[in-house]
């Protein structure tokens, strides 16, 4: 998501190089439970990653990916190509158009990184401040997913005021980038949000 005054965040995310995606990394691509979603829901998110993976390697190399797709599944996915470190939905105008469209919590928002990292505070800023979103994942090159979810519990000022507080100190210097990803997945779930990843 293209944020304004993301450019130090952008250059956190550049500190691990770009792994190259192979077939057994596609293959491997785990199903991931989260809770409150169906089976069905989360195998229909296990394939689609499966298929930005693909997509990223045979088409994008290996750079990143994102789908674009509605939780209830009615809709084609809305793919977008990006670079090694950002994809931006704002440059495809079918995405721009599900969002202008959707309602709160109704888009799933899935795509990969080309390093081993899971979430950038890019994304989690993404996630809280993009009402429409409702579930954000990442899956890595090599196969690994890290899913978000806004539950029925979800509290936007409470989440906004966690992140908040872990950014201050980010942009202080107190958190380094991953050290600050990590304090917000443990305490997420105050919020209402879910955090789901694979074994």
């Given at each position: 998501m293209k944020l304004n005054g993301g450019g130090e965040l952008e250059q956190a995310k550049k500190r691990d190089h770009k792994i190259f995606i192979t077939d057994i990394a596609i293959d491997k691509v785990p199903y991931v439970a989260v809770d409150e979603?169906?089976?069905?829901?989360?195998?229909?998110?296990q394939n689609?990653?499966?298929?930005?993976?693909r997509i990223s390697q045979t088409k994008n190399d290996s750079n990143e990916v994102l789908t674009l797709m509605p939780i209830n599944l009615k809709e084609t996915p809305i793919r977008v190509l990006g670079n090694e470190f950002r994809v931006d939905p704002n440059t495809h105008p079918q995405a721009i158009s599900l969002f202008?469209?959707?309602?709160?919590?109704e888009i799933m928002y899935l795509?990969?990184?080309?390093?081993?990292?899971?979430f950038s505070?890019?994304?989690i800023m993404a996630f809280i401040s993009q009402g429409e979103i409702s579930l954000l994942s990442v899956v890595t090159n090599?196969?690994?997913v890290y899913i978000l979810y806004k539950s029925s519990k979800y509290d936007f000022s409470v989440s906004s005021e966690l992140f908040k507080e872990i950014y201050m100190n980010y942009q202080a210097g107190v958190l380094?980038?991953?050290?600050?990803?990590?304090?917000?997945l443990k305490i997420c779930m105050k919020g209402g949000v879910i955090y789901a990843e694979s074994n």
């Open positions: 979603l169906s089976r069905t829901l989360c195998e229909a998110i689609e990653h499966k298929e930005i993976l202008s469209r959707s309602n709160r919590q795509h990969n990184h080309p390093s081993t990292n899971s505070l890019v994304d090599q196969g690994e380094e980038h991953g050290a600050a990803v990590k304090k917000f």
